[in-house]
C-alpha cells in the first residue's frame, strides 16, 4: 500500500518561491508515474506537473511551464515541485498522486488515471 505525504506549503508574496515535497512509502518500486495536482476553492482538481519514473520524462501545464519544476529522488523516495515567480493564481491545495499501472506518463494530468492520493499541502499566494 502506497503512502504518499506532501510537506512545504506556505503563503507567500508574488514572486515567491516554494519548494513542494511529497514522500512515498510502501511499494515505491510499482510506481511508473507521479504528478502535482492543485485544487482552488471552487474549482477543479487540475493537473501541474508530472514524472515519469523510469526514463524522468516530464509534463507540465501550460500556466507553470518555464516557473514551475518537477523532480524525484529515488534514493529519499522523495517527489519535489520547484515553484517559482509564484501568482494569485496559483493558490491552492496541491496534492502529490501516484500512479501504478502502466509503464509510462500517458495522460499524465487524468486524474483517475492516479491511484494513490496524498493529503495535501496549502500554497497561498498574496498581492
Known amino acids: 500500500q502506497e503512502q504518499l505525504v506532501e510537506s512545504g506549503g506556505a503563503s507567500v508574496e508574488v514572486g515567491g518561491s516554494l519548494r513542494l515535497s511529497c514522500t512515498t512509502s510502501?511499494?515505491?518500486?510499482?510506481?511508473?508515474?507521479m504528478a502535482w495536482f492543485r485544487q482552488a476553492p471552487g474549482k477543479e482538481r487540475e493537473g501541474v506537473a508530472a514524472?515519469?519514473?523510469?526514463?524522468?520524462?516530464?509534463y507540465y501545464a501550460d500556466s507553470v511551464k518555464g516557473r514551475f519544476t518537477i523532480s524525484r529522488d529515488n534514493a529519499k523516495n522523495t517527489l519535489y515541485l520547484q515553484m517559482n515567480s509564484l501568482k494569485p493564481e496559483d493558490t491552492a491545495m496541491y496534492y502529490c498522486?501516484?500512479?501504478?499501472?502502466?509503464?509510462?506518463?500517458?495522460?499524465?494530468?487524468?486524474?483517475?488515471?492516479?491511484?494513490?492520493w496524498g493529503q495535501g499541502t496549502q500554497v497561498a499566494v498574496s498581492s
Open positions: 498522486a501516484a500512479r501504478t499501472s502502466g509503464g509510462y506518463c500517458g495522460a499524465p494530468f487524468s486524474v483517475n488515471s492516479y491511484n494513490y
Open positions: 510502501g511499494v515505491t518500486y510499482s510506481i511508473s508515474c
Open positions: 514524472i515519469q519514473t523510469t526514463f524522468r520524462g516530464t
